[in-house]
């Protein structure tokens, strides 16, 4: 329990690090081309991100909780690497909301904690279920960052390679969650998610 509010500290107050990064995943250089965009095109990046950033906080919180709530050592690993892997995608949105003259969204305690009990209480239904929660969120993560690469600006690829990266990871997750045994969720689980993220990026947006 120390290490989880260790972690949440970390997560909400201090400045993150990554242990690896987006070039490494994408295997080429990261474009450094924040000069070049205009005032209105690195407002509405960073408000992208912004909405990046919270979705890797309510990533990492959710298998925090997933690992919070299984008595399998094994899985406890899984959803730990998991976690860090979410935490290096917390460093990247970070850093790139830094460079674009931006901020992190002001509700953040409030997105952790919540993402945190639904990772813990969705554990308590066994580990398949933690499993198709993971799956089903990454999908879905998958999904909205497809959206966001329509929607940044063309010549931001600063922000795009970081995006394509995490999409890479967010597969990777999704199909090893599937690998595991993941469950299918009930059509109202889905349902209830995609609202939850679809107000969760709207709130993220703005605030």
Not at 194 to 200: E, P, V, Y
């Amino acid at each position: 329990m120390f290490g989880t509010l260790g972690r949440a500290l970390g997560t909400l107050c201090a400045v993150p690090a990554a242990t690896r990064s987006p070039a490494e995943a994408l295997s080429e250089p990261l474009a450094a081309d924040t000069a070049s965009l205009s005032d209105q095109e690195k407002k509405q990046a960073a408000a992208l991100m912004r909405v990046n950033h919270v979705g890797e906080i309510c990533a990492q919180a959710l298998y925090e909780g997933h690992a919070l709530s299984t008595s399998d050592p094994d899985l406890r690993l899984f959803f730990m690497k998991a976690a860090q892997e979410e935490a290096d995608h917390l460093a990247w949105t970070k850093e790139r909301i830094d460079q674009l003259g931006g901020r992190v969204s002001l509700l953040n305690p409030f997105w952790y904690g919540g993402a945190l009990a639904i990772g813990f209480l969705s554990g308590r239904f066994g580990d398949r279920t933690s499993l198709g929660f993971m799956r089903e969120t990454e999908r879905q993560v998958e999904a909205h960052l497809d959206s966001h690469l329509d929607a940044l600006p063309d010549s931001d690829l600063a922000s795009r390679q970081i995006v394509q990266a995490m999409k890479q990871d967010e597969q990777s997750h999704a199909a090893s969650a599937e690998h595991r045994g993941a469950s299918d969720l009930p059509k109202p689980v889905h349902w209830l998610m995609r609202a939850s993220a679809k107000l969760m990026t709207k709130t993220a947006y703005h605030l």
